[in-house]
């Protein structure tokens, strides 16, 4: 192993007393708590050969030597932590609490928490259980594991997110959503939450009801969806677990350092993160440890409380699940590591070492030390007294009052802000932080205590159960007053208040805090009506955003539950400010608002009024943004012809008054005009077309607005332009192709076959999509198979599949008699097909500059690969090519393992077309399907007749029959290196053949 100069690697304990290790943490006495498990990969719940092991190093000589087993017969645990008296397990599908009662070591009493996580995905299982510095238990789950926890009336269905615990009330909560497989959390010395992730970016800052980027899978309607906070990449893409390091047996440049476990690069990565308005900008540091062995797999990184860090390997010749689970008899189950990395001579700990028999003053002091392990155990430890003598227990009010008072005073006079925050903290976590001390933090000279406070305030009404809110809570203080009026202070009011605070931080725990706090209105005055003081907080939120990249998210995901109530009012605030001082977060508000009304089909004139505020001023580009989402819903047909009334009288002004004079609105409104048949906006929009120096989305755009508005006369010219390659670029032709899946005429079906043959290669499938959409169509298609116009093999699998299943019998015998039955499921031949592949390769030497090309042709039509290709499936750059046995299995047995979001979904639409895709977006309104090319169809959910789930993926088998065998050596050329093959520092992959 390398680590960096004056560093160590010690062996601290190794099988046989270590197997399988996938989670681990260290408890106050800094024993070692692993969960091991022989299980994986299985799927089916029920009780296993898993469990959690103690492993102590007695003598206090740096190795394990005393190990026994704390609890027995789980299946696959995958998180652990220690805390409130017991042991918390994640143990899909349960969260488990165990308990050891007659102190002989192992748990007699198990609690199941929550339970609905899945097992569909056990690479994804629920995972990282952490305590956060507000006391609740953090923990994540996978984008291909769907869980659904029920918990007092209120159901959770979710895929990959951050959820958390409460410890007592056992309150669970989503806290962010998105990203892919994360595994692994950290909190920084600011309280902030960090991911690490795998297969899409790797470094993650979550912020509370943020949605995040997903791998794959739809987003709920109207998401303002949030990014990572890195735009670098390390060795490959896939990671497990991550640690915030900040320990001072460490030098100081690596200390504050984000550690991450790279499992298909065998090291440990390390980034580091600065400031960006409320949120993080990751840049990376050159690796902390290369292990130079292909088995090294880490799990877990932790600093221990002797200040080095520890490290718990899997060690498996298998990286990734697919591989496991095509073969798991193969997965290794007699090894396992954990490793001590050490600065010089740190001692180790000393034979006394027990922060649980410390005193609390010993505790409160150790807030304030170099060692993060000790700080967070200590806040713990702390939180856990609290809980226990608070006033309703027998022990009397006044051991409470006393360690609470003397933390409050450590929390305001502490040596150091850390002392003082990891002391709040303490509060905070007890439930222990109370009105007369909001008062105090929300008006603290330093931001990070006034942002506390909202937290502190927001967590009260979080940590009870629905059952528990009604109860009042505990104090243990007499009423405070306030400007002189006895219990007369609402801290919401503050609250709201704190929406202009300078600090950034303030403002994102405001616009995260709405979520638990009512909506909030002033008196009432003559007429009645009352302002909508929480609708003003967000509009300040809003106006004071800048360039801040988070906080306008935040404000939006908590306020469009609320729009109906909230919009008049920031409407009317927006319209008094001059159109220069609007920020950009507040048009953004605005024109997700009216995108929301518009999926619901309401408040016609409140969108005809967004537009005409946003529209004043020189940027009229928010307020056409409308007008083409208008456009096209009516377009799709999500508002059908029949609903067009309720909205033409109230944009009818503005398309009239937008499009008789040149302006920023007059394109917009002319593609609005144009759905509605409107003769002048039609000629606009043709204009549109036919210019050649537009956007391309512009020429679309009008496109689609015609076709929707037009007949065989428009299908005539896009064929014509279709035809002709000077019309435009191949991206804007194959939009054409799409748009022109909208139309019923047969024309379409003539225009795509004479032009199929001028086609650039990339644009042939796109046709042969089309054309397997309308059963007229495929009539068309498989008459130009059968007369060999087009080649048998050019028709993918999924194509195929829609011709043979067709409720036209007729196409349906024609399309089996060329192709045959086309199987649902997996094919079992596949691994057969692998091996014939695999010695045709050995056998023939490929070019991968010509391979380059071939992948355009067949697999850029869904997937990016160096930036090049569409995005439907995951991008292959970094993914799925660790090795060339993986890639091989990837490219040839495509369903092996297929996450949920990349099984393909078949729609029938009432008007004839089939269409299948991946699901974007899933929503009582429409359904959003991402098709092969790259384009999204919205699909109004009451146009579907039929929507089936396909048991395969959207990713076909079959390649080998649709490339020549030199093609495909070609391909695997190209696909082996690590780098594009101009790169003259690319390597082929692990194993990938020379050929000959």
């Known amino acids: 192993m390398e680590v960096p100069e004056g560093f160590t690697v010690e062996l601290v304990a190794s099988e046989p007393d270590l197997v399988n290790p996938v989670a681990m943490t260290i408890?106050?006495?800094?024993?070692?708590w692993v969960c091991e498990s022989l299980e994986y990969p299985r799927h089916e719940p029920g009780v296993g050969r898993d469990r959690i092991k103690v492993l102590e190093d007695t003598d206090r000589d740096g190795k394990v030597d005393k190990t026994w087993v704390y609890a027995d017969g789980l299946n696959i645990p995958s998180g652990i932590a220690v805390g409130h008296g017991g042991v918390w397990v994640a143990n899909a599908p349960d969260i488990l609490f165990l308990?050891?009662?007659?102190?002989?070591?192992k748990a007699d009493e198990r609690e199941v928490v929550v339970t609905g996580f899945g097992r569909d995905d056990t690479h994804e299982l629920p995972n990282s259980l952490t305590w956060g510095p507000d006391g609740w238990l953090y923990g994540l789950n996978g984008v291909f594991n769907p869980a659904k926890v029920t918990q007092d009336g209120e159901t959770f269905d979710f895929t990959c997110a951050v959820f958390r615990i409460h410890p007592v009330t056992r309150k669970f909560e989503l806290f962010a959503e998105g990203t892919s497989n994360p595994w692994g959390i950290a909190f920084d010395d600011e309280g902030s939450l960090?991911?690490?992730?795998?297969?899409?970016?790797?470094?993650?800052?979550?912020a509370e009801t943020g949605y995040y980027i997903r791998q794959g899978g739809p987003y709920p309607p109207h998401t303002w969806i949030l990014p990572s906070i890195v735009k670098h990449t390390h060795q490959m893409a896939a990671y497990c677990g991550l640690h915030y390091c900040d320990s001072d047996a460490f030098p100081e440049e690596w200390r504050n350092v984000f550690l991450m476990g790279n499992i298909h690069g065998n090291c440990i990565n390390a980034d580091v993160t600065e400031r960006r308005g409320s949120t993080y900008f990751g840049k990376p540091r050159e690796d902390f440890l290369s292990a130079n062995d292909v088995w090294f797999m880490t799990v877990e990184q932790m600093t221990g409380p002797d200040g080095s860090l520890y490290v718990l390997d899997w060690y498996d010749r298998y990286h990734c699940y697919q591989d496991a689970s095509a073969d798991p008899k193969g997965v290794d189950r007699l090894h396992g590591r954990l490793y001590r990395v050490r600065y010089k001579e740190t001692p180790y700990l000393p034979a006394d070492f027990d922060l649980a028999k410390e005193s609390d003053e010993q505790l409160i002091e150790r807030l304030d030390g170099g060692n993060d392990f000790l700080r967070a155990t200590a806040k713990r430890l702390l939180a856990e007294r609290l809980l226990e003598r608070r006033p309703q227990k027998e022990e009397g009010p006044l051991a409470y009052k006393r360690l609470r008072d003397d933390l409050w005073d450590f929390a305001l006079h502490g040596p150091s802000k850390q002392a003082r925050m990891n002391a709040l903290w303490s509060l905070v976590s007890a439930g222990g932080v109370e009105d007369f001390m909001l008062m105090i933090l929300f008006d603290h000279d330093n931001a990070s205590f006034r942002a506390w406070g909202v937290r502190a305030l927001a967590n009260r009404g979080s940590e009870l159960r629905s059952d528990q809110r009604s109860r009042r809570r505990p104090s243990s203080h007499r009423p405070m007053t306030f400007a002189g009026k006895p219990e007369s202070w609402n801290p919401w009011s503050k609250v709201w208040s704190l929406a202009k605070d300078p600090s950034p931080d303030v403002r994102l725990q405001v616009a995260t805090a709405a979520r638990h706090g009512r909506p909030q209105f002033g008196p009432r005055g003559p007429d009645g009506s009352s302002e909508n003081i929480t609708a003003i907080a967000y509009f300040d939120l809003l106006a004071t955003a800048g360039d801040d990249p988070l906080i306008p998210t935040i404000v939006w995901q908590n306020v469009k539950g609320q729009i109906t109530l909230a919009i008049a009012t920031i409407l009317d605030h927006t319209a008094a400010l001059s159109p220069a001082d609007r920020s950009p977060a507040l048009k953004e508000v605005l024109v997700r608002a009216a995108e929301l009304f518009l999926a619901e089909k309401v408040q016609p004139a409140t969108i005809a009024r967004i537009v005409n505020v946003l529209a004043e001023g020189d940027d009229a580009s928010s307020a056409g943004q409308v007008l083409r989402t208008l456009a096209d819903k009516i377009a799709t047909g999500e508002i059908r012809r029949d609903q067009v009334g309720t909205f033409r009288p109230a944009f009818e002004p503005i398309v009239a008054a937008s499009i008789g004079k040149e302006g920023p609105l007059r394109h917009d409104a002319a593609l609005l005009g144009a759905t509605w048949s409107d003769v002048k906006a039609r000629e606009i929009a043709h204009d549109i077309v036919d210019d050649r120096e537009a956007e391309t989305g512009d020429r679309l755009a009008a496109a689609q607005a015609l076709l929707s508005g037009?007949?065989?006369?428009?299908?005539?010219?896009?064929?014509?332009l279709l035809a002709d390659k000077a019309s435009g670029s191949a991206e804007f032709r194959g939009g054409l192709i799409a748009a022109l899946g909208r139309s019923e005429s047969p024309q379409v079906a003539d225009a795509m076959l004479s032009s199929y043959d001028s086609l650039e290669p990339e644009l042939r499938p796109r046709a042969i999509e089309l054309l397997a959409q309308r059963p007229a169509w495929g009539e068309r298609l498989v008459a130009a198979v059968e007369a060999k116009q087009i080649p048998k093999d050019a028709v993918g699998v999924n194509q195929v599949r829609r011709l043979v299943s067709s409720n036209d019998e007729a196409l349906a015998a024609k399309a089996t008699a060329i192709w045959g039955t086309i199987r649902e499921g997996r094919s079992p031949e596949r691994e057969k097909v692998i091996a014939e592949v695999?010695?045709?390769?050995?056998?023939?030497?490929?070019?991968?500059?010509?391979g380059e090309k071939a992948f355009a042709k067949v697999c850029g039509q869904c997937h990016k690969i160096y930036g090049n290709g569409e995005e439907v499936g995951p991008d292959i750059t970094r993914n799925g090519r660790n090795d060339f046995d993986q890639l091989l299995s990837n490219v040839l047995d495509p369903s092996l393992v297929i996450g949920a979001g990349y099984q393909a979904r078949t729609v029938v639409t009432s008007d004839g077309r089939v269409l299948s895709g991946l699901v974007v977006e899933d929503t009582p309104q429409r359904l959003v399907l991402k098709l092969q090319g790259g384009k999204t169809e919205a699909i109004p959910r009451d146009s579907i007749e039929e929507d089936v789930l396909s048991p395969v993926s959207l990713m076909p088998e079959g390649l080998e029959r649709q490339l020549s065998p030199q093609e495909m050596a070609d391909l695997f050329a190209f696909l082996s290196l690590d780098k594009p093959p101009s790169d003259q520092d690319a390597k082929r992959l692990p194993g990938a053949p020379a050929g000959k």
């Open 27 to 32: 408890d106050e006495q800094g024993r070692f």
């Open 99 to 105: 308990r050891d009662t007659d102190g002989d070591g």
């Open 194 to 206: 960090f991911v690490s992730a795998c297969v899409i970016d790797h470094f993650w800052h979550l």
């Open 710 to 720: 037009g007949g065989d006369d428009e299908v005539a010219a896009f064929t014509t």
């Open 838 to 850: 695999r010695k045709q390769l050995e056998d023939t030497h490929g070019d991968p500059f010509a």
